[in-house]
């Protein structure tokens, strides 16, 4: 052995050497990313208060399907509802068709990424309150802690609505829920609304009444959507003082007082942020974002006309259509009968469904020369009508005339969606030129999660409800008269050759917005509690028609779930619908066939998936 | 860092002296002598004799005469091919006439196992050995592929696209992560073989038990292949070619059964779907005559003039530069419409040429190799590109006691960029074949390209892009690669028993990519886009440094070899990549970013790096040639798992034993007089690995990041400005730790009658603490779920091989062999709440569970047992909300009384009851013919391409034959045909038609010809004369048949990239979203040639 003495002592010390470089071999910090100490300070928490402001968009990069997980709903809140078709093709987004026709299995990928989505949101505002007590360094005070976890609260209640209003018994999930703590089987034993009630209360009394940052909640944001969380949980009387304070206290985070101007501005990106504006969600775009800040949620949502081809989905109801019809008083024809279907849809609006473009320049009836060449219906309208739906013959923004049925892709219905659709002469400062399916398609149009057409609409609800009809109806036509001023009205072009020529003061179309109680029967306290309830619904319809909220509205109406208009309505409204649009489109192929079914499909199922993750804690709701 | 690398050389440094100093030098002499075979008594030419424990040796010259300096009692060790080995003790300085006994086995085959090598008859673990010449006959750009059914336990599943690398399991799938086994190429660890020039290859070996393979510890959980690249002999300088030169031809007919647009038409309207009645304005079954779309100042046409009216024609306009102007008129396509599928697939040349040069002298050895492949693939714009040359060396000084050199190659490549496993999901070009309508023609009136956007009274034809048009703007992407792989060594004689030895090596990697993307004018919804390029960078780059000592010594009838190392490797990496739009011209020679507008800003990315570092020992002795022990032991610490801290426990290390035994009955006294007995060995192992699976750096901790699309928000309001914002990026476990493979094996080995070799051996891998990300449920958040120990798997099978070879007489000799490879998964445990998890995504729910008590990857889903023949029936008993007469009938699994999700239920096993391969060869005379089969036998596959083309509620697309021909006719709300087994054409039912169910599930049992080569060797007599030594050509059919029920192109489906992470993902696997066929016929002409 002695002769590999030498060998040996050497080998030791270089093994030695070794074990001691090595030690360093294995230390590898993660890279690319920040560890938690990084942001315990003020602009760590100032980050993840943005963070979770970033969900409100409802897109993403990191998790989901823009239009899947949108806030503004147009799936879930519009084409489950009688504001809108899916569009496109009858087979593009197969998987949105058993929403529209309510045919839904909780396996629905649209279902299941909204959501995740509202969940990772939720995590993003508890990130902030678990943040705040992390901060040692002295760089944020007491006060601005708790007003950060005031916000986070605001966020947090706004998420949790997103899916109560979904799926009604879904998980509450606070900030001591997390992974580390394994907590995270959260169950669903019923509605939430005290929850979401309790966060936006919290952030109502930690807010102030001004931002210095107009994307910011204020007070009386929280405060509108607290009472928005009171109206799905049927508590009107507790809503009502909330909405008066608004009402006659209200501003903006910028301190403008809350006021209706041109109904147009609330869906034009040059005007947004008006004091009109409750509450807005923030979009931009050519901000270095590839269009991911815009307006994707609706990028889906253009005409097929001549500017874009893409995509043609979230096309008008012919029943959204004829909603906008007027009696000769200019008030809608909103009665309902038995089968719940409106006085409106009787007398149906003529479109231009079914003429086909022909050679001569004419819509024709079915393709045929020999047939009357379609012309725009002559009859009072609600100036509303188009702003609401492009309309074929009538100004489609500076785009030109609306090309109806010929820009609706899949030619089968004749309106076409506007709401979120930008100028042509702001296309350079309010669109994005990065591609998605087509260019532009993310406009920096703002999406109004709470507008004070809004908050004064649910205050006539609550006077409904306590038998203060005669307040309600001032509320009621406090929106409306806002419509009866002639320059918020849709004009004809200048040319119609060259729309960007401008507008003439000559309004587009017959319109005539009269006011409840002008004519005498026509008040709501000749008419009753019934039918002023109805009255007010259909104000709704109208006013925030294509808006995404028709489809919660109507559940929130209905008795099953504790609403004043008894138990089936929202059926009966829906089944009313789609029975009359068989009738006057010759069956829509999506709708075709089908029902909606009472007790089940006035909630989404809750996705397949989650309850497979949770193994049982999560409980199907009824009838799926 | 710097300061580290000091410490290393340094440590080099006294290593090398330490080699150096203590070397024992000794007399030698050198001797002469002659090699004959006992057989014929004449010369053996280029046998081996080597001195035995060294690398020290000759080859015999053309007389059979060698020269070797040699030191009294060493022992000469004389191989040659088709002869036993022969150990001669050298005495005195006598000449030495070395006879050779013809050998019937090849149990004196040296095998490389790893950091050493063994023959074949003291090996106890479980190692199978390539048959590298039959492995080679497949045309590959891909050295992967040449592990399908040549080593049993391996089961090996190729992508028909060039250069795309294989799915490798050993011994079954082993986890729902990465599965690939690790490949360690002449000593260099790496994660694939892809890139190795098959005509470089010496050896392959299979590592797959734990007694074989647990001297790589951590890394060898997923079995180990071992590959040795030729090396250089001494003796006579040697030239040789070998190259082919082939074709190859695309799958034949209808190959998706698609229907022609006439009776795409007529399915329209049994649908009444008006919206796709409106496409045929002339009626069912009559196809318009020409599709525009285009500007409003156009006049337009009415139904009438679409479908005949030729004035169309002279409003055609196309602007490249501003799409908006465009009106775009097309023909379209009648009779069988589009064969879109062969509008891509083409007959392509291919070729491969490889210069092998060697020799040496007893000093130094040499060899190099210059390799050259072009692999048209049959996909256009599917290619790839190599250049090679591999130098691998050997030197040696002190009398051969001090001996180092270098094995070495460079790739230079080039392909098409990103299509390793990226032709099997819904958006790529193979399967805008099947979307794509067939109305569409592939090119419009003015030539352009034809699409979806000019339908039939302007409205779209489906959203499927033009796959030709996908393929030929396809033609300007390039993808360079430069890859740089080997390691250099040193080795040294320690006193008589102990060698020691250093080695550095690793890779180097550099990809550049860049593309370019078309403005697709001619598809609908995209029609305005602007075009775009992008271009990006990876960079990576990694080391091996093994040093082990090897203690050998035989005493009696002992002998024994103690095997002692340190070793530690480590990669980092780095990725750039940057991207504009709204370029004024794609040429290009002309397209610089800075041309284009930016959309996004550029983004680069830190590869984690990764260290690993580990010591290890290992044992092998046997006791009189019969009875063999083998041990090992490593300890390794990896930088992937949590390093400890106060309260949480170091994860890093690990340590993984095994030991292995054999018995070599044969050699008892008892079975001595068995004269059909030629070998028989009995053996058994048992040990444990590691394995880190798809665990990164990150793991561990909870992390935030930033990203403009996912943090950043417009708290200021405005149209254009931005504020970030921080998120949780990633949820970290630290408690997470390497998974464990615990392997037992048992086995036998025989040769009996001298002609019949077999092998058979059963082994059971259970793995505890199986790593793969967890499932969560949303509600902890969006941060990346952390990989944990989700369970644990338990794998069992046989695996067998055979070898039957005779020469029949001096004319006619011939062999068979087969392998045949059983694996039986079965999911033991899972830690999360839910005993199971979803993973392989579709446009409808998960296609896969991976679920306790089943194998992994099977297919979940509804059972369909037939189609409602009326509303009325749909309308009864167990059902679901929509079904209506011609919807699927399913299962009522749990008997409730309603379908729902929970009557899903397991609908099919992708895992294959057994795979075989079977090679063939005969040779008489100078003719040798070689078959080689492959086959796997009982599993399904899922044919995914049917939800495009077999529903007609899915999007609008190419539809399948089966829809028109046995889709259920609803009239009145009753089936018309009752046989019908589709679901009828309705366009807004998931439920009832497309749900992820029995109907996609198709047994994808296969037996493929893979190659057959016939062959001539020219007469060496001949060939002497003008100085060439061997002559040997072949023509050769590659994949001539493939016998299989599957209806799809290729029942061998490489998983998809769509599932998770990458192509070794194998939670889910045996899903066909349109993958490249790999049963394309080849035929080629090749030469080999040695002068």
Redesign the interface.
């Known amino acids: 052995m002695k ?2 003495s ?2 040996i002592a ?2 030791s ?3 030695l ?2 074990t ?3 030690k ?5 910090v ?7 100490g ?2 315990a300070n003020k602009a ?1 928490l100032d ?8 969900m ?2 409802g897109a ?4 989901g399907t823009s239009w899947e997980t949108s806030i503004d709903n147009w799936v879930y809140g519009g084409i489950a509802s009688d504001d809108a078709y899916k569009g496109s ?4 987004q ?2 949105a ?2 929403i ?2 309510h ?1 839904l ?5 649209f279902i299941n990424e909204k ?2 989505f509202n ?6 505002a ?2 902030v309150i678990r943040e705040v007590p992390l901060i040692k360094d002295g760089s944020v005070s007491a006060a601005y802690g708790a007003e950060a976890i005031a916000e986070a609260r605001f966020l947090r209640g706004v998420y949790h609505m997103e899916l109560a209003k979904m799926y009604r018994n879904v ?1 509450y ?1 606070d900030e001591s ?4 703590a394994g907590n ?3 169950p669903n034993p019923g509605p939430i609304w005290d929850k979401i009630e309790a966060d936006f209360t919290a952030a109502m009394n930690g807010l102030p009444t001004t931002q210095s ?4 909640a204020n007070k009386y944001a929280a405060e509108a959507l607290l009472a928005k969380a009171y109206m799905f949980d049927h508590k009107y009387t507790t809503a009502l003082p909330l909405l008066t304070d608004l009402i006659t206290n209200g501003v903006t985070s910028s301190g403008a007082k809350y006021a209706l101007g041109p109904y147009e501005n609330n869906f034009n ?2 005007t ?2 008006g004091p009109e504006a409750v509450f807005n969600v ?12 815009g307006n994707l949620g609706a990028d889906l949502n253009f005409p ?1 006309g ?6 043609g989905f979230y096309q008008p109801s012919i029943t959204l259509g004829n909603a906008f019809e007027v009696d000769a008083n200019g008030l809608p024809k909103f009665q309902r009968d038995a089968n719940g279907v409106a006085a409106s849809d009787k007398t149906p609006l003529p479109t231009d469904h079914g003429y ?4 001569n ?1 004419n819509y024709t009836l079915g ?1 045929s ?1 020999s047939g009357t060449p379609f012309t725009p219906p002559s009859q009072a309208l609600d100036p509303r009508i188009d702003w609401t739906l492009g309309r074929y013959g009538i100004p489609y923004l500076d785009w ?1 005339l609306c ?1 109806g049925e ?1 820009w609706s ?4 219905t004749p309106y076409n969606p506007i709401k979120n659709v930008f100028y042509h002469s702001q296309q350079a ?2 669109a994005d ?3 998605g ?3 532009n398609q993310a406009t ?1 149009n703002s999406y109004n999660l709470v507008r004070f057409a809004d908050v004064i609409l649910w205050r006539a609800e609550c006077y409904v409800e306590s038998s203060q009809l005669a307040l309600a109806q001032a509320d009621v036509n406090t929106v409306r008269a806002r419509m009866q001023n002639t320059a918020y009205w849709v004009h004809t072009y200048v040319d119609n050759s060259a729309p960007s020529k401008g507008f003439t003061s000559t309004p587009a179309a017959n319109y005539q917005i009269g006011l409840y109680g002008a004519v005498a029967g026509t008040d709501f306290v000749t008419m009753g509690q019934a039918a002023a309830r109805e009255a007010v619904y259909t104000e709704r319809q109208l006013e925030l028609g294509m808006e995404g909220h028709r489809f919660f509205d109507l559940q929130r109406y209905d008795g099953l779930y504790g609403g004043p208009a008894g138990s089936g309505y929202m059926a009966k409204v829906l089944n009313g619908y789609m029975a009359t649009d068989d009738a006057l489109l ?2 829509n ?2 709708l075709h ?2 029902t909606f ?1 009472a007790g089940k499909n006035e909630l989404y199922p809750i996705p ?8 049982g ?1 999560l409980k199907q709701n009824p009838g ?1 | 860092m710097f300061k580290s690398l000091l410490l290393k050389g340094r440590t080099l440094c006294l290593l090398l002296c330490c080699m150096v100093s203590s070397l024992v030098v000794t007399a030698q002499t050198r001797h002469t002598g002659k090699v004959i075979g006992s057989d014929d008594k004449l010369p053996v030419v280029g046998a081996s004799v080597r001195i035995k424990g060294t690398n020290v040796g000759t080859v015999t010259d053309i007389n059979g005469d060698f020269a070797i300096n040699v030191s009294p009692g060493n022992v000469l060790v004389v191989s040659y091919i088709g002869y036993g080995t022969k150990e001669v003790t050298v005495q005195g300085t006598e000449y030495i006439t070395i006879s050779l006994e013809p050998a019937n086995s090849t149990l004196n085959e040296v095998v490389v196992t790893g950091y050493t090598s063994q023959r074949k008859k003291d090996i106890s673990g479980s190692v199978a050995i390539v048959d590298i010449a039959d492995a080679k006959k497949i045309p590959t750009t891909s050295s992967e592929q040449l592990l399908q059914g040549q080593a049993s336990g391996v089961t090996v599943i190729n992508s028909g696209a060039p250069g795309a690398p294989s799915t490798v399991f050993i011994r079954g799938v082993g986890g729902f992560g990465q599965t690939a086994p690790l490949y360690v190429i002449d000593g260099v660890q790496t994660g694939d073989m892809s890139l190795v020039n098959p005509n470089d290859i010496e050896s392959i070996t299979v590592l797959k038990d734990a007694g074989a393979a647990a001297i790589y510890g951590v890394s060898g959980g997923n079995g180990v292949i071992v590959v040795t690249t030729k090396k250089g002999k001494a003796g006579k300088t040697t030239i040789s070619y070998d190259g082919y030169y082939g074709t190859q031809l695309p799958l034949s007919g209808n190959v998706w059964h698609l229907m022609n647009p006439e009776q795409q038409s007529q399915l329209a309207f049994r649908a009444g779907d008006k919206a796709t009645e409106a496409l045929y304005p002339g009626g069912a079954g009559v196809i318009p005559t020409y599709g525009y779309h285009g500007t409003t100042g156009v006049p337009v046409f009415g139904a009438a003039g679409v479908t005949s009216d030729p004035n169309i024609l002279q409003y055609y306009k196309f602007d490249a530069s501003n799409p908006g102007n465009d009106f775009l008129v097309q023909k379209f396509a009648t009779g069988a419409g589009t064969d879109w599928f062969h509008t891509v697939f083409k007959q392509v040349p291919e070729q491969q040429h490889t210069i092998t040069g060697s020799g040496g002298n007893d000093k130094s050895t040499y060899l190099f190799s210059l390799g050259y492949v072009n692999q048209q693939g049959t996909l256009i714009s599917t290619y790839e590109k190599r250049y090679q040359a591999r130098v691998n060396t050997n030197f040696s000084v002190l009398n051969n006691h001090v001996r180092f050199g270098e094995n070495g190659f460079v790739t230079y490549k080039e392909n098409n960029g990103g299509y390793n496993g990226s032709f099997q999901n819904e958006g790529s070009l193979i399967a805008y074949t099947y979307r794509e309508m067939p109305i569409v023609p592939q090119f419009d009136v003015g030539g352009h390209y034809g699409g979806a956007y000019d339908g039939p009274t302007g409205e779209p034809l489906g959203n499927g892009s033009n796959p030709y048009a996908i393929a030929e703007n396809a033609l300007t992407n390039n993808a360079h690669f430069v890859y740089v792989q080997g390691n250099i060594f040193a080795e040294a004689d320690l006193a008589k028993y102990f060698t020691l030895h250093t080695s550095i090596g690793g890779q180097l990697y550099n990809q550049y990519y860049w593309n370019l993307g078309y403005n697709p004018y001619y598809d609908y919804e995209s029609h305005g886009n602007p075009n775009s390029a992008s271009e990006n960078e990876q960079m990576l780059s990694n080391y091996n440094w093994t040093n082990t000592i090897v203690y050998k010594e035989t005493f009696g009838k002992h002998n024994i070899q103690v095997l002692g190392g340190y070793e530690q490797k480590e990669s980092h990496g780095r990725f750039f990549s940057a991207s504009a739009q709204g370029f004024f011209s794609l040429d290009p020679n002309y397209v610089q970013l800075q041309f284009g507008t930016p959309v996004n800003a550029p983004t680069s990315t830190i590869i984690q790096p990764q260290a690993t570092e580990s010591f290890f020992a290992r044992l092998d002795y046997t006791y009189n040639d019969k009875y063999i022990l083998g041990a090992s032991i490593r300890r390794d610490g990896v930088s992937l798992f949590y390093p400890g801290d106060a309260s949480i426990k170091d994860q890093q290390w690990g340590t993984f034993p095994s030991v292995s035994l054999a018995w070599r009955v044969s050699q008892e006294d008892f079975l001595k007089g068995v004269s059909w007995l030629n070998d028989l060995k009995l053996r058994g192992s048992y040990g444990e690995l590691g394995y880190y699976g798809d665990v990164g750096g990150t793991n561990a901790y909870s992390l935030y990041g930033s990203g403009t699309g996912s943090t950043y928000y417009g708290i200021n309001g405005g149209n254009n400005s931005i504020t970030q914002g921080f998120r949780n990026t990633t949820i970290g476990n630290p408690h997470v730790s390497w998974q464990t493979d615990k392997i037992t094996n048992v086995g036998f080995d025989a040769s009996i009658f001298n002609h019949f070799d077999v092998s058979v051996e059963w082994y059971k891998k259970v793995v505890n603490g199986l790593l793969f990300t967890q499932a969560l449920p949303s509600t902890v958040g969006g941060g990346g779920f952390p990989v944990v120990n989700v369970g644990d798997l338990e794998n069992k099978g046989w695996d067998f091989s055979a070898t039957y070879h005779d020469r029949v007489n001096k004319d006619f000799s011939f062999s068979l062999g087969t392998n045949i490879t059983t694996y039986e998964t079965n999911i033991v445990k899972e830690n999360g709440v839910s005993p199971f998890f979803d993973t392989g995504g579709s446009r409808d729910a998960n296609i896969v569970r991976d679920q306790v008590g089943h194998p992994i990857g099977e297919f979940f889903g509804y059972q369909v047992t037939g189609i409602y023949q009326s509303d009325a029936a749909a309308a009864s008993g167990a059902t679901y909300s929509g079904a209506k007469a011609g919807s699927f009938i399913y299962k009522d699994v749990n008997g409730d009384g309603k379908i729902d999700a929970n009557d899903r239920t397991f609908i099919g096993d992708p895992n294959p009851k057994f795979t075989y391969g079977v090679n063939a060869n005969a040779s008489f005379r100078r003719w040798d013919l070689s078959m080689v089969f492959y086959g796997s036998q009982g599993n399904k596959d899922f044919n995914y391409v049917r939800y495009w083309t077999d529903f007609y509620s899915t999007f609008q697309g190419g539809k399948s034959l089966d829809l028109y021909n046995k889709g259920a006719i609803v009239v009145n709300g009753v089936v018309t045909n009752p046989g019908a087994t589709v679901p009828a054409a309705s366009y807004s039912q998931a439920m009832g038609s497309s749900a992820i169910s029995s109907y996609y599930v198709e047994d994808g049992s296969f037996l493929k010809c893979r190659v057959a080569q016939l062959g001539y060797t020219f007469d060496p007599g001949v060939l002497r004369r003008v100085g060439i030594d061997k002559l040997h050509v072949y023509v050769q059919g590659t994949n001539l048949f493939t016998i299989t029920k599957y209806t799809g192109l290729d029942p061998e489906i490489i998983p998809s990239l769509a599932n998770q992470s990458g192509r070794n993902t194998s939670a889910a696997f045996g899903i066909d979203y349109g993958a490249y066929p790999n049963n394309q016929k080849q035929y080629i002409l090749g030469v080999n040639l040695t002068f």
């Open positions: 002769k590999y030498k060998f050497l080998g010390l270089a093994v050497t070794l001691y470089s090595c360093k071999l294995l230390n590898k993660p890279v690319g990313n920040l560890s938690a990084v942001l760590g980050g993840l208060l943005i963070g979770a402001y970033s409100l968009d993403s990069t990191n998790y093709n009858t087979t593009d197969p998987t068709a058993p529209e026709n045919s299995d909780p396996q629905n990928e959501w995740v969940m990772q949101a939720i995590q993003r508890n990130d998980p999930v829920v997390t992974y580390g995270y089987n959260v940052q107009i994307g910011r990106a040059a947004k942020n923030q979009m931009t775009v050519q901000d270095g974002s590839g269009g991911n800040n097929a001549p500017y874009t081809s893409c995509c086909i473009l022909a050679s320049g393709g020369t030109g090309g010929q892709r899949g030619d089968i400062s309010t030129n990065a591609a399916w087509a260019t920096a010759g069956g192929p999506v066939g089908h079914t397949q998936p989650q309850i497979d993750i949770e193994a804690k799926y």
